[in-house]
């Protein structure tokens, strides 16, 4: 085996550093992903479900974008909070917590649902779910890292995002066939709160040991280091914030339900199609950016991926036949997918384990803002001046933000190959 060592060449190295299966290798990260795998997909069953059910009762806009927003604005108020506890307390536990805060909440959801509960309870149950993704983040994605060396950190972004689009896949398009085949949306929000519930089992099979814990004193300035630590590192900041600001403004999924049912002219299995179609890309992108060799040339990938986002955003909102909107979703989740990849290669390689939480904090508030909060501002411009506009609208202002990101941190048009970035 030594002599194998000493006589490997330079490609059997990169082959070897370049293994599309390497995370996957180690038990504790395995669990995790499919504990993580399952949970997403009963949580994305889940947000078919709510789309679907509040729609049918208030026909509104508004209603759907405060979807969004009741569950980000606990995330961001959270934050630095959040980010220091998954630092300072044992992140597995954390993780288990709010897993379990995720389960009641879905089974209130289907109380509500039977029970034909006033519209201000789910908002109330939104929040709560907030609240969980609020804690979760930071101390699921700190823990994670610490399953797997940081050799393995750029395969790992990979599969974590393979899984996450895997679950967007497969969670719409069973929660569009659920509520159609059970003809109302309780039975989605049992089915989310039983993944929750396999998720926790799954974690608590992990034996990861316990993470370094933040040592210096509880205060505002350690309750912001993960923030400042984003700060110093421009490259990461202009990552996140140009994927943050792209995706605000170009996102068109809230305004599915009513695309689907007014434009479209589609039922509730066709928008579950839709809601599956941008995780369909985005999958086939990841497991395609796992077994290639890594972006030589990560930066301009990144602009110009985010500026096809635009486009093809743009495209959807004229579009007014089926397939053809179908196939701008697709394409739109395969170019996010490359961004996301980039982000959270180069988040991981340089966050050292103490400050990991805080940082992940950080980082899943930008995730959040372009998610959910991008919900309700697509929901805002949507009710103003119609779902078309508020697209298109938002396609162009995605590809302004592109320009703008260029011309504030010109580094990132020189980002090369992502390894040379690790610690």
Avoid at 31 to 54: N, P
Avoid at 243 to 263: E, R, T
Avoid at 303 to 316: A, D, H, N, P
Wanted: net charge positive; glycine share 8%; hydrophobic share 55%.
């Amino acid at each position: 085996m030594s002599s194998s060592k000493r006589n490997s060449t330079p490609l059997n190295s990169e082959v070897a550093q370049h293994d599309p299966f390497a995370a996957l290798r180690f038990r504790d990260y395995r669990l995790f992903t499919i504990g993580r795998l399952i949970l997403y997909v009963g949580l994305q069953m889940q947000t078919v479900a709510i789309g679907w059910e509040l729609y049918e009762r208030t026909n509104s806009a508004m209603v759907l974008g405060g979807v969004g927003l009741a569950q980000v604005l606990p995330m961001i108020a959270l934050t630095l909070i959040a980010g220091d506890v998954a630092d300072r307390r044992d992140r597995q536990l954390t993780t288990l917590l709010s897993v379990l805060l995720l389960a009641l909440c879905s089974l209130a959801l289907a109380v509500l649902s039977y029970t034909k509960g006033a519209v201000v309870l789910f908002y109330c149950c939104l929040v709560l779910i907030g609240v969980a993704k609020a804690f979760l983040k930071p101390a699921g994605d700190a823990l994670m890292w610490q399953l797997i060396p940081v050799t393995a950190f750029t395969n790992a972004a990979t599969w974590n995002s393979s899984s996450f689009q895997l679950a967007s896949v497969l969670g719409p398009a069973l929660g569009g066939l659920g509520i159609a085949w059970l003809g109302n949306a309780t039975g989605i929000y049992v089915l989310a709160a039983i993944a929750a519930l396999l998720c926790f089992s799954l974690t608590v099979a992990i034996t990861a040991e316990r993470n370094t814990i933040a040592k210096e004193p509880l205060s505002l300035q350690a309750l912001a280091a993960g923030a400042k630590f984003v700060w110093d590192n421009q490259l990461i900041l202009a990552a996140i914030t140009l994927d943050m600001f792209a995706v605000l403004l170009g996102g068109a999924v809230a305004l599915l339900p009513i695309f689907a049912k007014d434009i479209l002219h589609a039922g509730p299995v066709e928008l579950g199609y839709l809601q599956a179609a941008p995780s369909i890309g985005a999958l086939i992108m990841a497991v395609s950016l796992a077994y290639l060799p890594p972006l030589r040339k990560a930066g301009p990938a990144l602009l110009w991926s985010v500026v096809g986002f635009g486009v093809v955003t743009i495209i959807f909102g004229l579009s007014r036949w089926f397939w053809l909107s179908l196939v701008m979703l697709t394409l739109s989740g395969a170019l996010d997918s490359i961004s996301v990849v980039i982000r959270h290669t180069l988040v991981q390689i340089r966050t050292p384990d103490h400050l990991r939480g805080r940082v992940a904090a950080i980082n899943s508030v930008f995730i959040s803002a372009s998610n959910e909060l991008g919900g309700f501002e697509s929901g805002l411009t949507a009710a103003l001046f119609g779902p078309v506009i508020s697209v298109v609208g938002g396609g162009i202002g995605t590809i302004l933000v592109v320009v703008a990101a260029a011309a504030i941190w010109p580094g990132i048009r020189k980002l090369g190959a992502l390894e040379e970035y690790k610690k």
